[in-house]
Structures are given as structure tokens and as C-alpha cells.
């Protein structure tokens, strides 16, 4: 029996043209949030704004840092393939376990095309999100991914 246009299967590669993005929005601003927390927690004009700035600087660099580190397939709990069928997304994570999507599952592309968000609920009932960049996959995987994932929007 021939195989459905809704089953899938790849591997994802390291997206290492996307990260230049990500660290040119990143850099910037974690820089001017340390800065000019630092500035003001040590001059004195305004401790509280000093430290809230501390704290954005040091949130946009744990974020920053954890989209970089997934994107590159670092994390250990990045996913490294991705499997769909009727009735499931199976995706390999880095650590080698499997996550399962298997209720609820929602598909979000992006306007622009260039990548696309996944959610569902798991085999143990929690729920997962998942952002796939169109860098970590072949242009061919990625059109047929979409194809696949289409039915769930």
C-alpha cells in the first residue's frame, strides 16, 4: 500500500544561517540592557530601574540563549527528526528520547513562511510547543512537512 502525502519522515540539520538573526537581535540588546542597568545601579540616579534592567538583560539572554542553543540542535532537548502520521507526531529529541503528539495537536505557520510552531499534548498529558525553522529542514522536507501539518491548523 502506497504512502499517504500526511506521513512524513525527516531529520532536521542545524540552522546555522538563521543564527546570524537571531544574534544580531540578541547581542544588541542583551549589551544595552546590561549596560545601562549597570549605569544606573552603580551611579546611583535610579537603583530600581538599574535592576529591572538587570533583570531584562539577563532574561533576554537566557532566552535568547535557549533559542540559539535549539536552533543549532545543541539542547539536549531539541528535535532532531521529526515523524508525522494520521494519528501522530512523533519527534526524535537530541537526548534520544521520543516525544509523542498525540491529542489537541495544533499546526502555526508564519506569514512569512520560514517557520512554524507546534503544539499538542504528549503521551503522558502534558502539553508541548515546538518551533521548527524552514534552515533545519531541506527544502523538499520542509514543503512536504507543511503539506502534512496543514491539516491541523
Known amino acids: 500500500m502506497a504512502k499517504s502525502w500526511r506521513e512524513i519522515q525527516c531529520s532536521l540539520q542545524a540552522d546555522k544561517a538563521g543564527i546570524i538573526w537571531d544574534l544580531l537581535l540578541y547581542v544588541p540588546t542583551v549589551g544595552f540592557l546590561l549596560l545601562i542597568g549597570l549605569r544606573y545601579w552603580y551611579a546611583g540616579d535610579d537603583q530600581v530601574l538599574g ?7 539577563f532574561f533576554f539572554l537566557m532566552v535568547g540563549g535557549g533559542r540559539v542553543l535549539r536552533r543549532l540542535l545543541i539542547m539536549p532537548s531539541a528535535p532532531v527528526g521529526l515523524d508525522i502520521s494520521k494519528d501522530r507526531i512523533a ?16 499546526y502555526f ?4 513562511g520560514k517557520s ?3 503544539t499538542g499534548t504528549d ?11 524552514k534552515g533545519q529542514f531541506s527544502e523538499e522536507d520542509f514543503i512536504d512537512v507543511s503539506k502534512a ?3 491541523y491548523k
Open 51 to 57: 535592576q529591572v534592567l538587570m533583570f531584562l538583560g
Open 91 to 106: 519527534m526524535k529529541l537530541k537526548n534520544k528520547e521520543q516525544r509523542l503528539l498525540m491529542r489537541d495537536i495544533r
Open 109 to 112: 505557520a508564519d506569514k512569512a
Open 116 to 118: 512554524f510552531g507546534l
Open 123 to 133: 503521551e503522558r498529558g502534558k502539553k508541548q510547543q515546538y518551533v521548527f525553522h
Open 149 to 151: 501539518l496543514a491539516f
